[in-house]
């Protein structure tokens, strides 16, 4: 009797570190190109939903130790979370969250594009104002006309 339920088991398990490392390399390799596709994460998310309900079933078969259920289970369950936090993200702002960033020319800190000062160095962050004194400046100006602060 117990033959085909150790035999299920181990295929479950061998199957289980097959996929993994698969997993784990297209989930580690960040492909902005890829961003505009959601099939693969889509499944993804299936077969870590999978993996979750495995492991579960392996735990009420009692061959994976608590610990074990515990440490794999919230690993997938982070995986999933972090699936639909980027889905999530992508279906909310689009391409523009990814362009929309800019980053402050006098201290390099990101920005939002709508900024007028810089939140981080308080400089202004118009092309056409000195970052310094806030005078109106060509945008080839190499120096301030007002204060002689250099422009960036
Ligand atoms: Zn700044
Ligand atoms: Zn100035």
Redesign the pocket.
């Known amino acids: 009797m117990i033959g085909p339920i150790i035999l299920f088991v181990l295929f479950v398990i061998s199957t289980y570190f097959v996929v993994k490392p698969f997993l784990s390399t297209s989930t580690g390799v960040t492909n902005p190109v890829q961003d505009n596709t959601p099939k693969p994460e889509e499944l993804q998310k299936i077969s870590l939903l999978k993996q979750i309900r495995e492991v579960e079933f392996e735990r009420e078969m009692g061959i994976t130790v608590e610990e074990d259920f515990q440490r794999i289970r919230s690993e997938l369950v982070e995986q999933v979370g972090g699936l639909l936090k980027r889905q999530g993200k992508s279906a909310k702002k689009g391409s523009k969250s990814l362009s929309g960033t800019t980053t402050?020319?006098?201290?390099?800190?990101s920005?939002s594009p709508d900024d007028k000062f810089?939140?981080?160095?308080?400089?202004s962050?118009d092309k056409t104002r000195c970052?310094t004194c806030g005078i109106t400046v060509v945008p080839e100006a190499k120096f301030c006309s007002g204060c002689g602060a250099k422009q960036v």
């Not at 810089?118 to 400089?123: E, M, N, R, Y």
């Open positions: 402050c020319r006098h201290c390099h800190k920005v810089c939140g981080h160095c308080g400089k962050l970052g």
